[in-house]
Nanobody, 133 residues
Framework: VQLEESGGGAVQSGGSLRLSCVLS????????MAWFRQAPGKEREGVAT???????TYSDSAEGRFTISHAADKNTLYLQMNSLKPEDTGMYYC????????????????????????????WGQGTQVTVSS
């Protein structure tokens, strides 16, 4: 399994970007997929999660501005980011769980934007987003 992000770049405040994450070799039908970000000198934080059972969550900072989605036919996770602010600057990573048969029944789901990164099994290398004022 490999995750590869793209779509980052430099935009002015108020602009938009759409991040993509291709999940190569990922065949799990039960999953939690997520976007995280890490700004220089700060800890990594969850931005949005998407659960195969349906629930979607956002961090407080992303709520109302960002939209996470998944195209199953393309095995691609997206993050549409609108009304970008300088504080959105950082490296953005996609992540996903690998939940085989019985995994969720045994462990349950903790698919939420405030879930620690250790919950996720696979990560991409990141794409840089820079928002200037």
């Amino acid at each position: 399994v490999q995750l590869e992000e793209s779509g980052g770049g430099a935009v002015q405040s108020g602009g938009s970007l759409r991040l993509s994450c291709v999940l190569s070799g990922y065949t799990y039908s039960t999953f939690c997929m997520a976007w995280f970000r890490q700004a220089p000198g700060k800890e990594r934080e969850g931005v949005a999660t998407l659960d195969s059972d349906g629930p979607i969550t956002y961090s407080d900072s992303a709520e109302g501005r960002f939209t996470i989605s998944h195209a199953a036919d393309k095995n691609t996770l997206y993050l549409q980011m609108n009304s970008l602010k300088p504080e959105d600057t950082g490296m953005y990573y996609c992540a996903a769980t690998k939940e085989g048969a019985g995994y969720r029944e045994y462990y349950g789901s903790r698919c939420h934007s405030d879930q620690a990164g250790e919950y996720f099994h696979v990560w991409g290398q990141g794409t840089q987003v820079t928002v200037s004022s």
